[in-house]
């Protein structure tokens, strides 16, 4: 499989080291906005290549995976770009997803292409969990917590404060709500009962640090309905301690069975994530086997991980995977 | 959807009390090998039949679950009733999976119907979970922990010793173990560093314990190679706080990204079951939907948790599961 990376940041980054640990695909070259000379890529002797090159390397190229942002970038690109490949993205703005998915769905079809849209971990393997969750117990309830981890929306919204440098936000799952739904009881719970979020900004010198712990605090959506703590560090320690981007969360279902529901089952599926970029670009190298596979078979049209059956991903054979993993 | 359940035990009950939950399919008939009157079922005004009569029902029902046990009911039952009906079965005899896969393809490829085995949770979720997690990470290692839950076919192995009346045997996962796991550090552990097992035993009056819990600990695969516990309780004992069969267990997968294998990302998939045949039931209930989906699309032939799209399962439509679950 022929694959390129459009985009290349640390989505994109995290999809090269993914192919590298991937012997059945190669990277043909990196499209970018960016002048091409100014970008190093990990990988030698692959091309970088200006973004407008993209569109004439259809016969160079099997699966374009597309790495840009979900707010402007992905919107455009990808019904764009699903015409003249398989793609494969990582669209998240969740209500947003039925249009796209109807965007990309026309577009696909219509160059003979398999896009898959909204790959990654939540959207992704979350929602697969979610799914398959709900299939087997239906009567029941699902909780996802998110975290620890950085959420960069977050961190972003922070960083829009007057006398504000730096920020990160790290969402924290609320270790008694997991334990609550652990215990089978099913309670309703909003997200801040869920969920603390914690800040640590780098100020400008002077600024007044008990209006921008206000502001954080009572910021509408972003934090006014959770339990927030916010430290003030220096700029060396947000380098030191707040360089990675660890992610994580888990989704939890219970679910009642027998004559009487007189039974409680469990089923949880949890991440732990050094690298939350790493994961989602790990997750789109997997289906971006799947889309090249369904071409392959004469599929075209919008998929998503709901859609696409488990083997596609693997480099296995069927009966491979039948003996050793079945 | 009209379904039949052929084999009326614990499975098959969790099966009938599945489809309870699931309105959109309908139990049509109970098939039985015992005499047909004798069997009395909890859904009220659906007939018992004989399981000669199966074979004439064809017009009546669409999937036939099949409810029997691996070591030779179902090596028969599959490929026979997989050239009548979509089936869908449990069987679990991992090392012969491929073999019965082979001839359930044959079987309902010539009855032009969809044939899904080896449905549960392991194989099953479990083998799925392995699966999805190992084409995420392929650089990683995967560990799959069983319990706490009564192992049947260790319980069974322990009512055979001489002077055992009853016996139950529970399968522990070692909490040090999964922690390990956890670290990160993928050790090499074997099924006993994993686990350990404990038995409750109902044995006869004036037997010789000691000789019995010898033969118990010294048993060659089903506990040498254990941290084996024996404990001697009344038939009372037994009776009270060992006639639930609850189970579970936890896949996790320990896997490395970046360009020098820098960070460590853990996927777990864990199951903490009340009733290990309800939920196996479960299962089995949501893979009927898919395979009569499947079917109804001409498709024909064996399947497994791998092949099969993940909306299948699902009865909400493709539009609805992208808007509430993606």
Chains 1, 2 share one sequence.
Request: hydrophobic share 35%.
């Amino acid at each position: 499989m022929r694959i390129g990376i459009l985009g290349y940041g640390n989505l994109g980054r995290g999809v090269e080291c993914a192919l590298m640990q991937n012997p059945d695909m190669e990277l043909k070259g990196v499209f970018t906005r960016r002048a091409p000379k100014t970008v190093r890529i990990l990988t030698p002797d692959v091309p970088v290549y200006s973004i407008e090159e993209a569109e004439k390397m259809q016969n160079e190229i099997d699966v374009m995976i597309l790495c840009g942002g979900s707010a402007t970038d992905l919107p455009e690109q990808t019904p764009k770009y699903a015409r003249l490949f398989h793609v494969v993205d990582s669209f998240d703005t969740h209500a947003k997803i039925p249009e796209h998915f109807s965007k990309v769905d026309t577009a696909s079809k219509e160059g003979g292409k398999v896009g898959v849209i909204s790959v990654g971990w939540d959207p992704g393997m979350f929602s697969l969990s979610r799914m398959y969750m709900g299939a087997i117990l239906p009567e029941g309830k699902d909780y996802t917590f998110w975290g620890k981890g950085v959420s960069q929306g977050h961190s972003d919204a922070v960083r829009r404060i007057d006398g504000v440098l730096d920020a990160r936000q790290y969402t924290i799952p609320r270790p008694e709500a997991i334990s609550a739904v652990r215990g089978g009881t099913m309670p309703d719970l909003t997200t801040g009962e869920k969920h603390t979020r914690e800040c640590f900004v780098v100020a400008e010198e002077g600024a007044d640090l008990e209006r921008i712990e206000r502001e954080i605090k009572t910021m509408p959506n972003y934090f006014a309905d959770y339990e927030t703590t916010v430290h003030f560090i220096t700029k060396e320690e947000m380098a030191r301690d707040h360089s990675q981007l660890p992610h994580g969360g888990v989704v939890i279902r219970s679910g009642q069975t027998g004559i009487d529901k007189e039974h409680t089952n469990l089923i949880e599926y949890s991440l732990k994530l050094d690298s939350n970029p790493e994961f989602t670009a790990s997750v789109l190298v997997a289906y971006a086997r799947a889309a090249y596979r369904l071409g392959a078979e004469g599929v075209a049209g919008c998929k998503t991980v709901l859609d696409i059956p488990p083997a596609y991903l693997s480099p296995m054979s069927g009966e491979e995977l039948r003996k050793q993993l079945l």
